[in-house]
């Protein structure tokens, strides 16, 4: 029985977490505070839940809870910063004064209050590693220890980030607020950033030996769609939301029975999951509604929308998806945009074009390390029947790649490579 009711308490927290230090940071005007009187009002639940049982209303509850430490947190702290007894009765009165704006602050409508503490937590000011941390752990929920398990880091490390991040919060003084106009376009761009990381992490896992991380997939959807229904006018959001929806939506077809991975055009399209994919494409069609020119978050689900709408890999538009990569390559350009361009040129007028491309990005030094460069390429020379110098490319990419699942791809595909010179000879 204590085992169910604490189950259901890990369940109120991941629900109620956020909006409870949300209207707290609103009320204390500190995040590291918040988020300690928000564990308090968690360890009062776990204490007297078990007795007592879980309230009607949870999240009432735990906010009460929570509110009363704030209050006497502020009383404390008052009497603390008394340096003469001579302010008697006039010291007394602001101080009810102000515990009484605390007790309404804390009342107040708190519909904005997620929407600032998303922007706090990823504030530009704080390192990109810092940020999914944060966010993580105050909008996610999740513990330090189920965030370095995710990401395959030390839970000291993850502690230390968050610590720092929260420091540097204070000590920058980062306002508890809504940006003003003329930066939000930057501070968007920040939070939709950090939820892209989270996503990318969970859809191909760049260390260990699972291809997927499935929880960190559903945070960065979970946390999509807050945003989305907090900012409803920032088309970007839109595009971000309807990326990871159909990118989430093939989750169940990219890996088989045993974990190992099945690339796109190989998966079975029955197993996508198709009410993700008309959320994701009723949020494109929001983006693009929302008027404007498309940006690099609607760009790219787009192009998910393209493979999204294909009944079979040959129904594919790729002719569409090369205009698509032209105009994300035109708006933020960079090797690895050209390195998908390539892919979808290959596809849709042959692997010479596709190889030509991925030629020119051999020598790119932000490219030295990265696996995918000699995987297209040595896919695109197994096509053209170059066989040996594909088997050389798959084995390079298997060398530099950290997650095993993948490594044992490549490698498999070098292997395939030298069964089909051994049928040659």
């Known amino acids: 029985m204590t085992t169910d009711i604490h189950r259901a308490i890990d369940a109120v927290w991941r629900i109620e977490a956020p909006r409870l230090i949300a209207a707290l940071a609103r009320m204390v005007r500190e995040v590291s ?14 204490e007297q839940w078990p007795e007592s049982g879980i309230p009607d209303n949870p999240g009432a509850w735990l906010m009460a809870t929570a509110k009363h430490r704030a209050i006497d947190n502020f009383r404390r702290k008052k009497v603390l910063e008394r340096k003469h ?11 009810e004064t102000a515990v009484a704006e605390l007790e309404k602050a804390i009342d107040d409508d708190v519909g904005d209050d997620l929407l600032r503490l998303v922007f706090v937590a990823c504030h530009p000011v704080l390192a ?29 490390t993850v502690a230390q ?37 989270i996503f990318n992490e969970g859809y191909s896992a760049t260390a260990g030996g699972d291809w997927m991380r499935p929880a960190l997939c559903e945070e960065a959807l979970r946390l999509g769609r807050i ?7 920032e088309p970007e959001v839109h595009g971000l939301v309807a990326l990871i929806e159909i990118q989430a939506s093939r989750a169940r077809a990219r890996v088989n029975a045993s974990g190992e991975p099945i690339l796109l055009l190989e998966q079975n399209r029955a197993h996508w999951d198709h009410l993700l994919i008309r959320r994701g494409l009723a949020a494109l069609d929001r983006a693009v509604k929302l008027g404007g020119p498309s940006g690099w978050y609607t760009l790219q689900a787009a192009i998910a929308a393209c493979h999204a709408r294909a009944r079979a890999p040959e129904a594919t538009d790729w002719p569409r998806i090369v205009t698509l990569y032209n105009a994300l390559a035109q708006l933020a350009p960079s090797p690895i945009v050209e390195l998908n361009r ?42 053209l029947g170059r066989i040996a110098e594909a088997q050389a490319e798959f084995e390079r990419a298997a060398s530099l790649t950290r997650n095993s699942r993948e490594r044992e791809l490549l490698l498999n595909r070098a292997l395939a490579c030298e069964a089909a010179r051994d049928n040659c000879n």
Not at 85 to 95: S, V
Not at 130 to 149: F, M, N, Q, S
Not at 168 to 174: F, H, N, P, R, V
Not at 227 to 233: F, G, H, N, S, Y
């Open 128 to 156: 990109p590693e810092a940020r999914v941390a944060l966010t993580l752990r105050l909008l996610g929920g999740l513990t330090t220890d189920e965030i370095a398990r995710a990401f395959l880091i030390s839970e000291p």
């Open 161 to 197: 980030r968050i610590v720092r991040a929260k420091r540097t919060l204070a000590e920058k003084q980062i306002p508890f607020e809504i940006p003003r106009k003329a930066e939000l376009p930057v501070r968007v761009a920040s939070v939709l950033e950090v939820i892209y990381l």
């Open 227 to 233: 945003l989305a229904e907090l900012a409803p006018d």
């Open 85 to 95: 007894q001579e302010l008697g009765r006039e010291m007394d009165a602001r101080q």
């Open 342 to 383: 390539a892919v979808a040129l290959s596809m849709a007028a042959g692997p010479a074009a596709g190889l030509e491309v991925v030629d020119t990005l051999t020598s790119e030094p932000s490219l030295k390390t990265y696996h995918l460069l000699p995987s297209v390429r040595g896919d695109l020379l197994f096509k």
């Open 33 to 46: 505070l918040a988020e300690d009187l928000a564990q308090d009002a968690l360890v009062a639940a776990m």
